[in-house]
Each structure stands twice: as structure tokens, then as C-alpha cells.
């Protein structure tokens, strides 16, 4: 995405340059996460969710900012056509009423998309810095020993049932 300046030049979007820089930082993130660093892992899951949040409020205000060019045009466009039309001929008021009805029907739709982001008290972030449920789990995790341990114990117990299956298969 590019700007045209007054001279003819165009230059790229930063908010679209960064959110491209935000999308490489985010992938290389998640090909340096790896199991022995749970840590690491959360961290990146953290940033990305915090770009992915940067990432969607950008779009709403692009998106507004794109509405409220449109709905100038459009309704200068109304304005002159309502300006030059006659009052007396009948297919002027099928046009008035439908223009209404469009309007109504984009005004209501347009509140449903940001009717989330209308009311600040109702609207939540996920919480990104670590609360005491999310050391509490971190606590929990496993080590790497741990999970060798725990996966060599399991995979001893799963050889032993296999054993005692098979003796128990011979003896019927």
C-alpha cells in the first residue's frame, strides 16, 4: 500500500510497512519457539497476541477513516441529486425513499461491526503480563527432565501391560 504525495511521488504506508515488519517479527518468533524453553514459547505467544490486538484496532481505523471518505462523497453525491430533482415527478420519491433505505440499512450494519468497541467497559483484552493464575501454571509445567522421566516411566509401564497381554493371550 502506497500514498501518493502532492508532487506525484509515492511513498509506502508506515502503518502498513510496520504491520508487515510486525508480521515478520511475529513468524520468526514462532520458528525460535521450541519445547525445552516453555518460557520462550509463552513470551512469543504473548507478542504475538499483543501485534494481532495492534494489528485489528489499525484495521478499525483504517476502516473508519475509508467510511468516512465514502459516506462524504456519498452524501454530496445525495445532496445534488436531491438539489436537481423535481418535486412532482413520481419516480423521484421511489429514488428519495430507497436512498433513505439505504442509508438506514449501512447505518445499522456499520454500528453492528463496531458495536464491541462502542461500550470500553464491556470490551476486554486478554490480560498479557503474567498473573498469579499464570505462574501458578508456569510452576506446574514440567521441566525437560521431568518429562524424559515421566515419558521413559510410561513407556517402561506400557512394555510391562504389552508383556502381561501376551503371556495372558498364551495361557487362553
Not at 112 to 136: C, M, N, S
Amino acid at each position: 500500500m502506497s500514498i501518493k504525495t502532492v508532487d506525484g511521488n509515492t511513498v509506502l504506508n508506515p502503518l502498513y510497512q510496520r504491520q508487515k515488519e510486525d508480521v515478520c517479527k511475529m513468524r520468526t518468533s514462532l520458528l525460535a519457539c521450541t519445547d525445552a524453553n516453555g518460557g520462550s514459547t509463552r513470551q512469543a505467544l504473548q507478542n504475538i497476541t499483543a501485534m494481532r490486538v495492534y494489528h485489528q484496532l489499525m484495521r478499525i481505523i483504517r476502516y473508519t477513516e475509508l467510511m468516512d471518505k465514502l459516506e462524504d462523497k456519498l452524501y454530496s453525491c445525495i445532496d445534488s441529486a436531491i438539489d436537481s430533482a423535481s418535486s412532482s415527478d413520481p419516480t423521484t420519491w421511489m429514488m428519495l425513499l430507497n436512498i433513505q433505505e439505504k442509508l438506514q440499512k449501512s447505518m445499522i450494519e456499520s454500528h453492528k461491526l463496531l458495536q464491541p468497541y462502542l461500550d470500553i467497559k464491556e470490551f476486554t483484552v486478554v490480560e498479557l503480563t503474567p498473573d498469579d493464575a499464570d505462574t501458578a501454571k508456569s510452576d506446574s509445567l514440567l521441566s525437560p527432565e521431568e518429562r524424559d522421566s515421566v515419558r521413559s516411566k510410561a513407556q517402561s509401564l506400557m512394555l510391562e501391560l504389552k508383556n502381561l497381554d501376551a503371556g495372558g493371550d498364551s495361557d487362553g
